[in-house]
């Protein structure tokens, strides 16, 4: 009703507004795919050697297309013939597809202007004649296809094609099969005759092929035979493959077909859709003799199977009886199929609303003694009971998915029991509206491998009880359960050899937070699917163990909780256990953090996917690990910057790249790198690069790809960058020094003066200096200090120098006034201890220092040392001593530290200043 009232509102509305609605109207009926409003061509395609210039309305063929090209397609637009002059451009074409066209005739040179053309496809137009002479030059031709045309044959049309495998003049309305009358070509091996409107088969229809060996195929769907001739299969003799769709034959003429294909090697008979509603035991009577391997009666609304009616068919190895309406299968329905091995069933036992459910007796398939694989999908069965699938000793494969059996709504050790006897090795129960499966429901089937149990209605714990006697089960599939199944500790300690484990959208949201995890017991597992769940509780050890496992999908669950650092207990690591992991999802899952160490260790992952969370700022080198990846789904995230930091290491081997519908910060420091990173990168491993890849911050940059952005931009920053680093560095080495000489600097300058003072001496000075005086030096000081000059100084004598002191070194026998001059005289150094106290001294003041001084000057020695024990201001001391700090040496002025560690320093810095020469330096 809807498209209805919109074709009426087209009607109706005014001329600009029919385009829009005519293409809401293609998209509706035909698709977004197949609306050539939406995706209409305009010029030829080329690619591999093959030029596509279909849907153009082309009238004639492009000269300007590559000469190099094996492939022409010119189906579909307004030619009205082939010209051989406009295939002149391309001699090297191989196929030439001119279908769907008005062609009225073929022109005789074109497969001169073509020699090598191998493919020609004029169907679908309007050729009424076809002479010898049109193709009489097509020796290479091997697929000839003249379906749906008005064709009428002139003499030997097909005489010279003697490499042709496929003829097919389909649809043509012709009266007879014959197409000529000496025998011609020799190669062929598929012919369609299908829809044409003879009804009768001769003897020597088919005498023109007496001389074709290698024909195999023969198609006659839709051609309403009526009389068959005796011997009309004999020419064709080889016949293996016979299909009759639809040809709408009686019963008795069917007979009277498999009578005369008993003198063929036929293999594959089709007869589907033949309104064969009923089969009787003498239908296929002539069959008996062939060596007929499969049989197709789909699709014929068949109601009745008489009792022995496939006896004939000994050597039958597949028999298909899909989409009828067989309503009772008995033990000798099937009789005589002894090497049947495959029997599909497909919609072919239903219940409709004016028949009853159909029956399948017990022992009905106890004469398929060989068959491997039933197919029962899409049926309906009053009853399984215990002989159902008594008898079949070969099966390995059987198929009851979306059916309706009331025995399958509760499985108990009882409902498959026929099948102990058989080697099943798959077993699909997908859709059968399961709603309990009991303990040892499948323990007759010990050799089972697969078992599908998706899309049912299970709601129970599984124990682990349900798959007692699995011992050689490896792939268990039980997702889209419309109900929700609970695990426990042991649900799968019955099946240890299990690899393929798949759950999605059926477990309870709490069906992990187990201890032992349910996994544990496998060991083998390679693939486990966890999605679509809502899981919300899981523990660390959830895949501890599995360490075959190779692919684990967790998309569309509620997992961001545990991988936040504010996770009470910390972040769930519970990817430790999965060391082999190749492919790993976790798409929807409300993610907005990875930590640090989730994927530590997963070293083989080629398959990341994390599509649709709300990740954004990702921390540096999680992904480090991930050394093998190949495949990193990262769309729909809040990702902003991709930095080297982060992504370097995944992105170094990837084959495909999906980022897009991110808010990318298009700036310098957020994705130049991603942009020069895209700049080298195969654009084919990244698809929308251009459409989908957009920017969203700064202003300048917004909605446009990350492709336009200017990555020359940045180059201006690195002088700057740079600068700032060598300045950075030379502030932090120059705050590192001032420190280093503020508290360090006393200890660098002892080790120095060691140093160099064990490499050179103490002293500068010349021996001869020193034989002129008898002390080192004379020390003058105030009476307060003679303590300290006692504790620090005398201790220094010890052989090597001799210091002069007033008390102890006075002259006998001299007066105090004249010791002091006369041990002045012969002292080569005169040391001051310098305290507030010897400032304020007259006597020192104004003898002392300036007998002192007096020689220094008369001598021209550079003699004065001075160590201050105070912190004395430098007029104090000119104002007393008459000296300043300028006029001497820095090596002969010292403070005596306050620092006990410092004081072996000082002695080291008095012993030099001693050892210095008293000559003035020029």
């Known amino acids: 009703m809807q498209r209805q009232n919109l074709v009426f509102e087209t009607m109706c509305a005014p001329r600009y507004f029919i385009l829009p609605a005519v293409i809401i109207i293609c998209y509706f009926m035909t698709g977004p795919h197949n609306c050539v409003v939406c995706q209409k061509k305009t010029a030829c395609n080329v690619q591999y050697g093959r030029a596509d210039c279909s849907h153009l309305s082309l009238s004639a063929v492009p000269p300007d297309l590559p000469r190099n090209i094996t492939g022409l397609d010119m189906s579909h637009n307004r030619l009205k013939g082939i010209p051989p002059v406009s295939l002149a451009p391309y001699p090297g074409l191989l196929h030439l597809d001119a279908s769907y066209n008005s062609i009225t005739k073929l022109d005789e040179g074109l497969c001169q202007t073509l020699p090598l053309l191998q493919t020609l496809n004029v169907g679908h137009n309007e050729v009424h004649l076809l002479k010898k002479e049109d193709v009489s030059h097509c020796t290479s031709l091997k697929q000839f296809i003249m379906a749906s045309n008005r064709l009428k044959l002139q003499g030997e049309p097909f005489s010279a094609l003697q490499n042709l495998e496929c003829l097919d003049i389909s649809i043509n309305k012709l009266k007879t099969a014959k197409l000529g009358s000496q025998p011609q070509l020799q190669s062929l091996v598929n012919l369609n005759l299908a829809f044409n ?196 000793t070969s099966l390995k494969e059987l198929d009851l998915s979306w059916s309706s059996y009331t025995s399958l709504r509760n499985i108990t050790n009882k409902t498959l029991v026929s099948l102990a006897g058989s080697p099943l090795r798959k077993l699909d129960l997908t859709g059968t509206a399961i709603i309990q499966i009991n303990p040892g429901s499948f323990s007759s089937l010990r050799n089972l491998s697969i078992l599908l149990l998706d899309f049912n209605f299970i709601k129970q714990t599984l124990t682990g009880k349900e798959f007692e006697g699995l011992d050689q089960i490896q792939e268990i599939h039980m997702s889209n359960n419309h109900q929700s199944v609970s695990l426990s500790s042991l649900s799968f300690v019955n099946v240890p050899n299990l690899k393929v484990l798949i759950l999605g959208k059926s477990l309870k949201a709490t069906a992990l937070n187990l201890d032992p995890s349910p996994f544990s017991p496998l060991s083998n597992l390679t693939f486990l699917d966890l999605s679509n769940n809502n899981i919300a509780q899981i523990r660390e050890s959830m895949v501890k163990g599995l360490r075959n496992l190779k692919v684990l999908k967790l998309q569309h669950n509620n997992l961001a909780r545990f991988w936040k650092s504010a996770n009470l207990g910390g972040p769930v690591l519970f990817l430790k256990g999965a060391q082999s992991l190749t492919t790993l999802q976790m798409d929807s899952n409300g993610l907005d953090e990875i930590p640090a160490e989730a994927l530590r260790g997963l070293s083989n992952l080629r398959e990341l996917s994390l599509a649709n969370n709300l990740l954004n700022n990702l921390k540096d080198s999680i992904f480090d690990d991930l050394i093998s990846l190949r495949v990193l789904r990262l769309q729909k995230n809040l990702i902003t910057a991709v930095r080297p930091e982060v992504f370097k290491t995944p992105m170094s081997n990837l084959s495909l790249l999906v980022m897009d519908k991110n808010p990318f910060d298009c700036t310098c420091e957020s994705i130049l790198w991603f942009v020069t990173w895209l700049n080298n990168t195969n654009m ?159 006597w020192c003041r104004r003898f002392k220092a300036y007998h002192a001084l007096h020689q220094v000057i008369e001598a021209s020695r550079d003699s004065v040392v001075l160590v201050f024990l105070q912190d004395v201001h430098d007029y104090k001391l000119s104002r007393s001593l008459f000296l300043r700090r300028g006029m001497l040496r820095p090596c002969c002025i010292l403070d005596w530290p306050v620092h006990k560690e410092r004081v072996p320093a000082f002695h080291q810095r008095l012993l030099i200043a001693l050892g210095m020469t008293n000559r003035l330096q020029e």
């Open 684 to 842: 084919s491993s990244l698809p929308g690069i251009r459409e989908q890849y957009m920017c969203n911050t700064p202003l300048a940059y917004f909605d446009h790809s990350v492709m336009d952005f200017d990555a020359l931009s940045c180059k201006d920053m690195t002088p700057f960058q740079a600068l700032y680093i060598l300045s950075s560095t030379a502030v932090m080495m120059l705050t590192v020094t001032a420190l280093l000489v503020r508290f360090h600097g006393w200890r660098v300058q002892f080790y120095w003066n060691i140093l160099i003072n064990r490499t050179l001496g103490f002293s500068d000075s010349t021996v001869e200096e020193g034989r002129e005086f008898k002390y080192d030096a004379y020390v003058i000081h105030a009476e307060e200090d003679s303590s300290w000059v006692e504790r620090r100084m005398v201790p220094l004598e010890n052989g090597k120098w001799k210091f002069c002191l007033e008390d102890r070194d006075s002259v006998p026998g001299m007066s105090q006034l004249e010791s002091i001059v006369d041990n002045i005289r012969k002292s080569r150094k005169i040391l001051f201890v310098v305290t507030e106290t010897l400032l304020n001294d007259p």
């Open 197 to 392: 409107d003879f009804t009768t088969l001769k003897k020597d229809d088919f005498s023109f092929l007496d001389h074709s060996p290698f024909l195999q195929v023969l198609n006659l769907s839709s051609v309403s035979l009526k009389t068959l001739e005796p011997g009309c299969f004999k020419p064709i003799s080889g016949l293996r493959t016979l299909i009759m769709d639809r040809s709408n034959m009686g019963t008795s003429v069917i007979s009277k077909l498999c009578s005369e294909l008993s003198g063929t090697a036929i293999d594959i008979l089709s007869l589907r859709k033949m309104n064969l509603v009923t089969l009787t035991n003498a239908t296929f009577t002539g069959l008996q003799k062939t060596n007929l391997t499969s049989l197709d009666l789909s699709y014929n609304g068949m109601g009745k199977i008489e009792e022995g009616s496939f006896q004939w068919l000994p050597r039958l190895q597949t028999l298909i009886l899909a989409h009828n309406n067989i309503k009772h299968l008995t033990k000798d329905t099937l009789q005589g199929l002894k090497s049947l091995k495959k029997l599909q069933l497909t919609e072919a036992l239903v219940k409709s609303h004016t028949s009853s459910t159909p029956i399948i007796d017990d022992f009905s398939f106890q004469p398929l003694s060989a068959l491997e694989s039933l197919i029962l999908q899409r049926t309906a069965v009053r009853e399984l009971t215990e002989h159902t699938f008594t008898g079949l």
